[in-house]
């Protein structure tokens, strides 16, 4: 019994150290970055779950206690990746216990089959006005089927048309916010051998970034931004993100071959690009990406967890509940003279 407490302990642990660990992660996706806060919330962190008086403690290993603790200062966003693959398989071992109980408790009820027949006046009703309407849609799709292009015009397919409903608002902002998806996503475009586009857009998006002030450092930026992308090779090449077209426009707003030959950038031509780059990521390579069968089982198992956490926390909250109403019936004199009383 002293066991399963304890591990129902270390369970509660670990859910409340996946919240505060996304709240550290959090930071690194600011406008400005704090290293003041960054390091105060590190260390927050491992004292409350890693250190070895910590008040939560989740029972990690002591090498990936002492492999943190090392690295603790400077902070960084994967700094606590080893303690997040350990409590995600801790609560998915929960998990799996929660499934096999209910599974069980659902396999003594008695189920009794009955079997009914509907053929009545309002069912032969709702029969035939579903059949009128389904005549009448056929109408309307035979009339459509007369205004659609012949069959041998080429169409570009829509590769969203193959993403499930619920994945279909995703953008790139929406993967970038998730450090673990963008790296199966990082796989997935070397896989398809298209991670140019990825690099392509962070580089740009991190050359945004740079304070305007910091102008060494912005003309670094540039000239490899310039050097690695803006070549034969990719972006004027055949393989470019951006068609003819496209391109003609980004040489015409740079200057022509020889500006880009030998000046500095202007911010409005790497902006340009940074468009034709997320564009092909977003109408190509993201929603093959949504569409495999990978990402739809680790969502699954994400809100798996999610549900766990959620229950955690609620039970959490409920046995609070239980012993402050306790507390607060001790404390009231009028409630402890009617006790005594009735004794």
Same mark, same amino acid.
């Given at each position: 019994? !002293?066991?399963?407490?304890?591990?129902?302990?270390? %369970?509660?642990?670990?859910?409340?150290? %996946?919240?505060?660990?996304?709240?550290?992660?959090?930071?690194?996706?600011?406008?400005?970055?704090?290293?003041?806060?960054?390091?105060?919330?590190?260390?927050?962190?491992?004292?409350?779950?890693?250190?070895?008086?910590?008040?939560? #403690? !989740?029972?990690? /290993?002591?090498?990936?206690? @002492?492999? !943190?603790?090392?690295?603790? #200062?400077?902070?960084?966003? #994967?700094?606590?990746?080893?303690?997040? /693959?350990?409590?995600?398989?801790?609560l998915l071992s929960a998990w799996i216990q929660m499934t096999e109980s209910d599974r069980q408790a659902y396999g003594k009820v008695e189920l009794e089959e009955e079997t009914r027949q509907l053929d009545s006046v309002y069912y032969r009703k709702l029969r035939v006005l579903l059949e009128e309407k389904q005549a009448r849609k056929n109408e309307v799709q035979s009339r459509k089927s007369i205004f659609m292009p012949p069959p041998d015009i080429p169409r570009e397919p829509n590769l969203w048309d193959q993403v499930p409903e619920e994945y279909k608002n995703y953008n790139l902002g929406t993967l970038i916010r998730h450090r673990m998806e963008l790296e199966h996503f990082r796989k997935f475009l070397e896989d398809h051998f298209a991670s140019m586009d990825l690099m392509? %857009?962070?580089?740009?998006?991190?050359?945004?970034? !740079?304070?305007? @002030?910091? @102008? /060494?450092?912005?003309?670094?930026?540039?000239? #490899?931004?310039?050097? @690695?992308?803006?070549?034969?090779?990719?972006?004027?090449?055949?393989?470019?993100?951006?068609?003819?077209?496209?391109?003609?426009?980004?040489?015409?707003l740079a200057g022509g071959w020889g500006k880009i030959l030998h000046d500095k950038l202007p911010p409005a031509v790497l902006v340009e690009i940074q468009k034709y780059v997320r564009m092909r990521i977003e109408k190509k390579w993201l929603p093959m990406f949504l569409s495999t069968e990978e990402y739809r089982e680790r969502q699954k198992l994400r809100t798996q967890m999610k549900d766990v956490a959620d229950e955690v926390v609620f039970q959490t909250s409920k046995k609070k509940m239980g012993v402050w109403k306790v507390s607060m019936q001790h404390k009231n004199p009028h409630t402890a003279g009617k006790r005594l009383s009735a004794v």
């Open positions: 019994m !002293i066991q399963l407490d304890r591990l129902k302990q270390l %369970w509660e642990n670990s859910v409340y150290f %996946w919240f505060d660990l996304q709240s550290y992660r959090h930071l690194f996706y600011q406008e400005a970055l704090q290293p003041f806060k960054l390091r105060r919330q590190s260390q927050l962190v491992f004292g409350t779950y890693l250190a070895p008086s910590a008040s939560m #403690d !989740i029972g990690a /290993e002591q090498s990936i206690k @002492k492999e !943190i603790y090392q690295k603790l #200062d400077p902070p960084f966003e #994967d700094l606590f990746d080893s303690a997040e /693959e350990y409590i995600l398989t801790l392509c %857009w962070i580089d740009l998006e991190h050359f945004r970034r !740079i304070p305007h @002030k910091e @102008k /060494e450092k912005c003309h670094e930026k540039s000239v #490899d931004i310039k050097n @690695k992308y803006l070549n034969k090779k990719y972006f004027f090449g055949s393989n470019s993100p951006a068609t003819r077209d496209q391109q003609e426009q980004v040489m015409q």
